[in-house]
């Protein structure tokens, strides 16, 4: 199991540029969600989403939008990318059924806006 | 308003020693609590899981307490070293069944040998 893979590890961007980071898991998760990490911030949660067809919005969701089309991929895009979208963002996974789910974390893509 | 406070930004202690991080949070209800471990440029891994209806867990080295009165989770690591080394996060649960974690801004711990 490659458990939860995320690219690019890193990124540029120029304000106002669109990109897609992309986010899969091979654990047969139905919860997947990402994360902002910043300095003195903690982790904050961006978009969720408990199956496929099903997203929702976190803490910070402005900015951003996902979609879940297959239970592997949750793709997160930065319509118009701001300076204060620079931060390292993390992708995660957890298993169905459990009440307690314990979270799987992916190495994360540190992004750049300039 | 809403916070998770981990006790200080960074930690040091002396190898073989316990440490001992904080997490304390406000305005929160939380149906379990978590803890991770983050080492440079990764992702956080999952350590231990404490239900509110729970006092303690344990984990080989690990310990952690929680009192919902107090509003406050203790993580303990017994006979420290230097591969502990790494940043430590807390991470709330509001809702048993809902996967959406709050989480503490971290704890860096270093072992000195």
């Known amino acids: 199991n490659a458990g939860v893979t995320q690219t690019p590890k890193f990124q540029v961007l120029k304000t106002g540029q669109s990109m897609t980071l992309q986010c899969a898991q091979d654990?047969?998760?139905?919860?997947m969600s990402w994360y902002r990490q910043d300095p003195g911030m903690g982790l904050r949660l961006i978009h969720y989403?408990?199956?496929?067809?099903?997203?929702d919005q976190g803490e910070v969701p402005n900015g951003y939008n996902v979609s879940r089309s297959t239970t592997e991929d949750f793709p997160l895009r930065l319509l118009s990318a701001a300076p204060s979208q620079t931060s390292v963002y993390f992708c995660?996974?957890?298993?169905?059924?459990?009440?307690?789910?314990?979270?799987?974390f992916g190495p994360g893509t540190r992004l750049t806006v300039l | 308003s809403q916070k998770i406070e981990q006790n200080s930004e960074a930690l040091n202690i002396q190898e073989g020693k316990t440490a001992t991080l904080t997490c304390n949070y406000t305005?929160?209800?939380?149906?379990?609590l978590q803890w991770y471990r983050q080492d440079p440029g990764r992702g956080p891994v999952f350590l231990l899981l404490?239900?509110?209806?729970?006092k303690e867990k344990r984990k080989e080295r690990l310990k952690v307490t929680f009192d919902t009165t107090l509003k406050q989770s203790l993580f303990h690591i017994t006979a420290s070293q230097p591969a502990d080394s790494a940043t430590y996060l807390c991470?709330?649960?509001?809702?048993?069944?809902?996967?959406?974690?709050?989480f503490g801004t971290g704890t860096r711990l270093t072992v000195i040998p």
């Open positions: 995660a996974s957890s298993a169905p059924g459990t009440k307690y789910n314990e979270q799987f």
């Open positions: 991470a709330l649960g509001l809702q048993t069944g809902a996967n959406n974690l709050f």
């Open positions: 305005n929160y209800s939380p149906a379990y």
């Open positions: 989403s408990v199956g496929a067809g099903i997203t």
């Open positions: 404490i239900r509110e209806n729970e």
């Open positions: 654990m047969n998760h139905e919860y």
